[in-house]
């Protein structure tokens, strides 16, 4: 079973601190993505990235940052965290090309900017 | 990419067959129907997808009008842990990049009861 885990579930900020979410899977995906899940709102991409060192812009990428390093790990990155980034944060990978709908999604990280 | 609509949420019993219905009359003729369902305080679950065939897989299953207007996910026997919101989804296949993006709607909810 592929499997995609994450670094924290829940995680307690202060505004302005710089904050790290990991996201490793494992059934060697090339894509990765990030999206946050707001109430209302629904799944919005934040990055995607196609490949190691490689990385795309989605929906709402301003205040957040993503490295990519390796293949099995994508990291996002709120330089500078604010209350307005308080959301749930979900991983996902798949492979590249025609599957790429089937992405696979981590846990989730409920994080929240006080 | 082609609209969705669905039901807000209907409810069926455990064990018997939970059919959930999805609108996509503006579907064009590339583009595919995909499944998520995302349990309470969990990331999306890729289900299953399909084009003009009927589909099925350890899953559920799909049907898919001759007419490709609409689709109904099955599944055949529910049970109490298949309670959740189901997302139908319609994008062309192959696109690559940050358009590989999962566009989620409100998705139905299904309450399966003892």
């Known amino acids: 079973d592929v499997k995609v885990t994450q670094s924290s579930r829940y995680l307690v900020k202060r505004t302005g601190e710089k904050v790290f979410l990991e996201c490793v899977q494992d059934?060697?995906?090339?894509?990765m993505f990030w999206y946050r899940q707001d109430p209302g709102l629904g799944l919005r991409l934040i990055y995607f990235s196609y490949d190691v060192k490689m990385k795309e812009k989605g929906d709402i990428p301003e205040g957040y940052s993503v490295s990519r390093e390796k293949k099995e790990r994508f990291s996002l990155i709120l330089e500078s965290a604010s209350t307005n980034q308080t959301s749930m944060y979900l991983c996902?990978?798949?492979?590249?090309?025609?599957?790429?709908?089937?992405?696979?999604f981590g846990p989730g990280t409920r994080l929240t900017v006080t | 990419d082609a609209k969705t609509t669905q039901p807000t949420s209907m409810d069926c019993a455990e064990g018997r067959a939970a059919n959930l219905p999805c609108n996509h009359s503006t579907i064009s003729g590339n583009e595919y129907v995909y499944w998520y369902r995302q349990i309470h305080s969990q990331g999306p679950q890729y289900i299953i997808h399909?084009?003009?065939n009927n589909e099925t897989n350890e899953m559920a299953s799909l049907i898919i009008t001759e007419d490709r207007k609409s689709s109904t996910l099955i599944l055949p026997h529910a049970t109490l842990r298949d309670t959740a919101v189901y997302y139908c989804i319609v994008r062309l296949r192959s696109l690559r990049g940050a358009n590989s993006k999962l566009t989620f709607g409100k998705g139905i909810t299904l309450s399966v009861r003892p």
């Open positions: 996902a990978s798949s492979f590249r090309g025609p599957n790429s709908y089937e992405q696979y």
């Open positions: 059934m060697d995906h090339e894509n």
């Open positions: 399909g084009l003009k």
